[in-house]
């Protein structure tokens, strides 16, 4: 298992948040992830697609894992979201994280959330700042 594996695994036990979105991780890689999360009926607004803030806690949950890939701790120090299309209850929707930059504290990453037809919903952009530590608590 690869270290951005461990990472994950060790910061989605104590997701509850992810958890009960039902939000998978797929793919983790140093500075990358993938996850997924079905749109479910209770995440519908009163237009009958999903509510923003479902897709950006998709987006900002592929964020965090991207960002806290290398095992250093990191939280977000600011995003933007656009959203260019709905989702509907049933869409499988898919979040990939890519870093565009990684500093010595802070870095810059890209999220774009795709439905199952690989059409883009949204755009996230998120900045992170280190805080000390480690994601697994270990020295």
């Known amino acids: 298992m690869s270290n951005a594996w461990r990472n994950a695994h060790a910061m989605y036990e104590r997701d509850t ?12 890689d140093e500075g990358y992830a993938v ?8 995440m519908l607004n009163g237009h009958q697609t999903c509510h923003g803030g479902q897709l950006f806690s998709l987006a900002d949950t592929a964020f965090a894992y991207a960002c806290n890939s290398q095992g250093l701790a990191a939280v977000a120090s600011g995003c933007s979201i656009d959203f260019l299309r709905p989702g509907f ?12 930059h990684q500093g010595k504290q802070t870095g810059v990453y890209d999220i774009e959330i795709v439905n199952q037809q690989q059409k883009t919903v949204a755009l996230f952009r998120g900045k992170s700042h280190r805080i000390g530590g480690t994601v697994t608590g270990e020295a």
Do not use: F, N, S, Y
């Open 89 to 100: 209850a049933g869409d499988k929707l898919t979040a990939t994280a890519r870093v565009k």
């Open 35 to 42: 996850l997924t999360m079905t749109v479910a009926p209770h």
């Open 17 to 28: 948040c992810a958890q009960a979105l039902g939000i998978d991780i797929i793919e983790m």
